[in-house]
């Protein structure tokens, strides 16, 4: 017998060649049997929300989802960017795309806007993706900014939740992702609400997890590290204002510290978070993966 990599088992073609110490013989079959059975990534016929979609992560995210054939919903505030971000998603296996103007620092717009969507359609993958608290030290932050940060992320992520999990069971499939930080590995310095209220996500995210475990729906946390989007810019522009010095300093300091020695690109996270809305990643809940260059050095 000869095991697939979708988990499949049948007898090898090449077994009456393949004794026990002819390990390339062996391999050959394996690579036949892949061939025949490739990885489970499409997501035809699937339909994707995906929050904080027209620019940055979030929409390198719904890129890699429609070029695995999900149609997707991005949500966000500015329409012109939504417009354009629609525009550029992959249509070649006749998938319809849409976008809804929303404001993630309102909970009840985003529940009415929601709402409509799910009465539509049933939603199979929600990728939770808002933009990140302003920088600086924890001691000097408002309360309200904690506030406005918790209902913008954890607030909002739990009226998406709440309203598109009856359709997953009901249609047997779900995928939830959270594009948090991996600040909720090692906290980032002069970051201290987004370290607070990305560890908040992450946590709700496992208890959900756990929850819906049962019923076949996967949530899960993807983590970026320093990727080129208008979000890093901003960092480094704040941080450098703060610290006295130039902008390319702090980018130089940055890139010393992740041992592929560059910057993401948005393309790569994308992937990563296609990966886990796929039917290859069904076993797969619960988890913070890091898409990070390897900075992180914890496990």
């Known amino acids: 017998m000869i095991t697939s990599r979708s988990g499949a088992e049948g007898p090898c073609v ?16 394996q690579r036949v049997i892949a061939y025949l059975y490739p990885m489970k990534l499409s997501l035809a016929g699937k339909i994707a929300v995906v ?6 992560l979030g929409l390198a995210s719904a890129k890699e989802l429609a070029l695995l054939g999900a149609s997707c919903i991005l949500l966000a505030r500015n329409e012109t960017s939504l417009t354009a971000a629609v525009a550029s998603l992959d249509v070649s296996q006749g998938q319809q795309h849409n976008y ?3 404001d993630f ?27 990140g608290p302003s920088g600086g030290p924890i001691l000097a932050a408002e309360g309200g900014a904690f506030m406005k940060a918790f209902e913008m992320h954890v607030v909002c992520n739990q009226v998406l939740a709440q309203a598109v999990v009856p359709g997953m069971k009901a249609s047997g499939y779900g995928r939830i992702i959270q594009i ?11 970051l201290g609400v987004s370290n607070t209220i990305r560890a908040a996500v992450a946590n709700w995210a ?36 703060s610290r ?4 390319q300093t702090i980018a130089d300091e940055w890139k010393a510290e992740i041992p592929m020695q560059r910057f993401g690109d948005p393309a790569e996270f994308g992937a990563a978070v296609a990966f886990l809305a796929s039917p290859a990643a069904a076993y797969i809940t619960g988890i913070n993966l890091p898409v990070d260059g390897g900075r992180i050095p914890s496990l």
Do not use: H, W
Request: charged share 15%; net charge positive; aromatic share 4%.
């Open 100 to 102: 809804y103007v929303v």
């Open 180 to 190: 948090i930080s991996t600040s909720v590995k090692a906290p980032i310095k002069n």
């Open 14 to 29: 090449l077994q009456a060649y393949c004794k026990p110490n002819e390990k390339y013989l062996q391999n050959v079959c």
């Open 51 to 56: 929050s904080g979609g027209s620019q940055g």
């Open 244 to 247: 006295g010095v130039p902008v």
């Open 206 to 241: 496992k208890t959900l997890a756990g929850e819906l475990a049962p019923f076949g729906i996967t949530v899960n946390n993807v983590l970026p590290g320093a990727m080129t989007t208008d979000r890093l810019k901003s960092l480094f522009k704040a941080t450098a204002e």
């Open 105 to 131: 620092s309102n909970p009840e717009n985003v529940q009415a806007t929601i709402q409509a969507i799910t009465d539509a359609q049933i939603v199979n993958i929600l990728v939770n993706n808002s933009g």
